[in-house]
Each structure stands twice: as structure tokens, then as C-alpha cells.
């Protein structure tokens, strides 16, 4: 039927060509398969862990889903910079959610503490973390730049 359904758009954060005709309501392309089950295979009890993957800022959800795809089989799941995105758009929304249930901070903006540990990459899922978190109307990412478990609990206090 062709009929494009609501898609995550991430052009204005990545520049990809996100276009209604890759999400259709007859089928799940291939290279989006690829992507909801890497964001799946990421959790890991309590939290996320993962393989980083880069991958080009521009280009489309298949380009995304050829790096994941070019990695040996039984490997750690892939943690690429569009999964760190989509990882903190729905943190910012759960943490939204939760306190407007509680009935807290009602139009208040909720802070989010964003630390990194100090491998190469994770100040590109850092960042891609945080851009996903303020997608979110209401909620501000900050960032804490290097730092340990114990001292993000300590800041988030």
C-alpha cells in the first residue's frame, strides 16, 4: 500500500535520509530489522552493554545497518551512535513519564547527568546520548565529561 506510519526521524541530529518509503504498514524493511534488533540484543540486566560501532553521520538506516551487519556473528550486541541516541530519547521520555506519575515537576525541566568513561568513543555516544535526552521538550542533558560510576551517583544527588 505504500502508506508511510510514523517513524523515528534522526535527520536532525545525524542527517539521515529517513524517508516515509523506508517504513511502510506492509512490511519492516531488512535494514530496519537490523536496527530493532541490535537496540534488543543491547540489554543486559540492569543496564546497556554493547560493541561500539561507528558508522557515517550522513547517509541512511541502511548505511547503519551495513556496519552492524559487516561484524562476525556471535560477537557482543552492536552500540552504534544511533543507538545511543535512540537510548536517551527513551530514557528522557521514561524519566518524563515517571515524574508527571508521580505527579512532580509538573512543567519543571528534568535534569539528566551524562558521564563517560575514557575510551575513545564514548564521547561520540556521550554525545548522542544527550541530543537524544533533549529531543525530549523538558528535559536538559548535562554533560559531566570523565567520570566514575560512584561520582555520577554523587553529582545526581
Known amino acids: ?59 541512511s538506516v541502511y548505511s547503519v545497518s551495513h556496519s552492524i551487519r559487516s561484524l562476525p556473528d556471535g560477537g ?17 521520555r521514561w524519566v518524563k513519564k515517571v515524574r508527571t506519575d508521580k505527579g512532580e515537576g509538573e512543567g519543571e525541566v528534568v535534569e539528566i547527568c551524562v558521564g563517560r568513561d575514557p575510551r575513545a568513543h564514548s564521547t561520540a555516544l556521550a554525545d548522542a546520548i544527550c541530543r537524544g535526552a533533549e529531543r525530549v521538550g523538558g528535559v536538559k542533558a548535562k554533560y559531566c565529561g570523565l567520570a566514575t560510576t560512584p561520582s555520577m551517583f554523587e553529582f545526581c544527588r
Open 76 to 92: 557482543p550486541a552492536s552500540l552504534t551512535p544511533l543507538a545511543a541516541h535512540c537510548v536517551g530519547e527513551a530514557f528522557g
Open 1 to 59: 500500500s505504500g502508506v508511510g506510519v510514523p517513524c523515528y526521524d534522526p535527520a536532525s541530529d545525524f542527517g539521515f535520509d529517513s524517508r516515509p518509503s523506508d517504513c511502510d504498514d506492509v512490511n519492516t524493511p531488512p535494514s530496519l530489522s537490523v536496527l530493532l534488533a541490535s537496540l534488543t540484543d543491547l540489554i543486559s540486566g540492569s543496564d546497556l552493554r554493547g560493541r561500539f560501532v561507528d558508522h557515517a553521520r550522513v547517509g
